[in-house]
Every structure is written in C-alpha cells, then in structure tokens.
Nanobody, 115 residues
Framework: QVQLVESGGGLVQPGGSLRLSCVASGSIFSIYSMCWYRQAPGKQREAVATITSGGVTNYADSVKGRFTISRDNAKNTVYLQMNSLKPEDTAVYYC?????????WGQGTQVTVSS
C-alpha cells in the first residue's frame, strides 16, 4: 500500500506560479512511476506530467514548457512546478503512484487560476 498526500494548491493570478508536492508513505517510493493528473469541473481526469522510476519525464502538450515534474526519492516526494499559469489550468490536481498491477491516488489539491 502507498499513501499519497498532496499539498501546495491555492488561488493564483494568471501568469503566476505554484509548486505542488506529493509525499508518499507505506512502500518503496523509488520503484514507482509518479504522475500528476488533473480534473476540471465537467471534464475527464487527464494526465499532466509523469516521471518514471528512472527519472524519465513526459508532459501533456498543454503544459509543455510551463510545468516541470521532479522527484526526490530521499524525501519520498514528487513535485510539480507550475509556471505561467492560465485560467484553463484550474482543476483539482491528483498525485498517482503506479507500477505493474498497482495504482494509488492522493486526495487531490485544488488549483484555481483567476484574476
């Protein structure tokens, strides 16, 4: 079992920045691929950024060049640095830990981009 706790969400103006954190406990963090998803009202949950156990990253086209995912295995933490935020980035952001036959979710953190 893996428990995930996200933090760092909030209200920010367009063009601003936020850094989300997700702390994992309960298992060996380093073996999991970590992914940030988001879900806006009335929309399906979508993958935003992924980092594998080996550190390979991948991003949705909508956030490339603005968001950066990173992980600190010593702290059992994955981060999502979000810059140049847009109103369309408004959503609940979820942390996911995955490996074959296993997938775990955090409770989510709200990000609102509005002036």
């Amino acid at each position: 079992q893996v428990q995930l706790v996200e933090s760092g969400g909030g209200l920010v103006q367009p063009g601003g920045s936020l850094r989300l954190s997700c702390v994992a406990s309960g298992s060996i963090f380093s073996i999991y691929s970590m992914c940030w998803y988001r879900q806006a009202p009335g929309k399906q949950r979508e993958a935003v950024a992924t980092i594998t156990s080996g550190g390979v990253t991948n991003y949705a086209d909508s956030v490339k060049g603005r968001f950066t995912i990173s992980r600190d295995n010593a702290k059992n933490t994955v981060y999502l640095q979000m810059n140049s935020l847009k109103p369309e980035d408004t959503a609940v952001y979820y942390c996911n830990a995955a490996r074959p036959l296993r997938s775990y979710w955090g409770q989510g953190t709200q990000v609102t981009v509005s002036s």
